[in-house]
């Protein structure tokens, strides 16, 4: 079973994929200057999809936070996109 996601999921799985303390991912950080690519972008968008989140890359790539992908994902959850 996928643990549902929540913003602190996505801060440890961003976390974890650039090697760094979640601690350490703030909400306004831009995530590409810290290190994510498009290719870590895609495999982050689609193992929140497998978790239940209504989230395409396309959205993703418009915005850098990680308070604006999270506000992405509340949208759509919220049936507001």
Request: charged content about 25%; aromatic content about 4%.
């Amino acid at each position: 079973m996928n643990t549902p996601l929540t913003l602190e999921r996505m801060r440890q799985d961003i976390a974890a994929m650039l090697h760094e303390d979640p601690e350490d991912i703030q909400d306004d950080d831009n995530l590409m200057d810290l290190g994510l690519d498009s290719m870590r972008v895609m495999t982050l968008a689609t193992r929140w999809r497998e978790a239940g989140a209504p989230v395409e890359f396309s959205e993703m790539a418009s915005v850098v936070t990680l308070g604006q992908w999270w506000a992405l994902i509340e949208r759509a959850q919220q049936g507001t996109r």
